[in-house]
């Protein structure tokens, strides 16, 4: 583990990363923050659950709120007092699991059915 700290970025620059990068994501209340709509608690339990394990592993933890159908992760670097280039690489990395959608790909892997009692993450269109 690096002992190194970042420096927060400024707002300006968060904003045009998110804008470019991330688009699904915001700055708000000095995070940056996505809410993933879910099929159902099962679905929920399953996106922190991702969420959890990338973040452990990365060593950078974010918070999280969920409800019955919905997870919102929010970043920041409390070290750097701000957001750094940590809770982007982060953020991309989180976007990048939730969000695939194996069946889009067309690799022998079908995705989850549109059948409701199957149903995981509302994807966006």
């Known amino acids: 583990m690096s002992e190194r700290r ?3 970025l400024d707002q300006a620059t968060v904003e045009a990363r998110l804008k470019a990068e991330l688009p699904a994501w915001r700055l708000e209340d000095g995070w940056i923050r996505r809410t993933y709509k879910t099929s159902g608690w099962k679905s929920t339990l399953m996106v922190i659950n991702t969420v959890g394990h990338l973040a ?26 701000g957001i750094t280039d940590k809770d982007f690489a982060l953020a991309r990395k989180i976007e990048e699991v939730v969000s695939w959608q194996p069946g889009l790909e067309g690799q022998g892997l079908e995705g989850t059915p549109t059948d409701p009692r199957f149903a995981y993450i509302k994807y966006e269109k």
């Open 6 to 8: 970042e420096g927060a």
């Open 56 to 81: 452990e592993a990365a060593w950078h933890h974010p918070d999280i709120t969920a409800s019955y159908a919905w997870v919102e992760v929010r970043l920041m670097n409390h070290a750097a007092k």
